[in-house]
């Protein structure tokens, strides 16, 4: 893999916090459309762009101004080739919100296991795997607050190539 494909690569997963946080539920979907996707040890979407805007528009509180109210943090990204146009990839997510009547505050943390594929010469996710095992004031964030099962998408081990 060459410096050019790890930049793609983060681009890639940088790209899904700026959409939903813009509450372009229909960019989410384009981007993790060809993504079989698990959250909290369940199929959330399988490899369906409407899906999984669906899936999202319809959990994600929005406001006036169309958005969430929201920031989705990344970090510890760790990139792991797997052979000629694959790789895995870990994240760390934390998500802040200032709804228009609440503090700004940190309401949920996890991670992402991810598997991307390389498809006509752009970097596509496959796979996604969402954890969440830090649970704050979700009430001004999403609808049916039942559906958060805590849980660790990587375990408590970094990625190992």
Not at 108 to 134: H, P
């Amino acid at each position: 893999m060459e410096a050019d494909d790890y930049f793609a690569i983060q681009n890639v997963l940088f790209s899904y916090p700026f959409a939903l946080d813009a509450g372009d539920f229909d960019a989410v979907g384009e981007l993790l459309g060809d993504a079989l996707i698990h959250s909290g040890g369940a199929v959330m979407a399988d490899r369906d762009a409407k899906a999984v805007a669906e899936v999202f528009r319809s959990w994600v509180l929005t406001y006036a101004d169309g958005t969430p109210r929201t920031r989705h943090m990344l970090s510890n990204v760790m990139i792991v080739p797997e052979g000629e146009g694959r790789a895995r990839v870990s994240s760390y997510v934390m998500v802040f919100q200032q709804a228009p009547d609440g503090p700004l505050e940190p309401v949920i943390g996890g991670d992402y296991l991810d598997r991307l594929e390389k498809r006509d010469g752009r970097w596509r996710i496959v796979e996604r795997t969402m954890g969440n095992d830090i649970v704050g004031d979700l009430s001004r964030h999403g609808r049916d607050l039942g559906t958060i099962r805590p849980t660790r998408a990587n375990g408590s081990r970094p990625l190992q190539g």
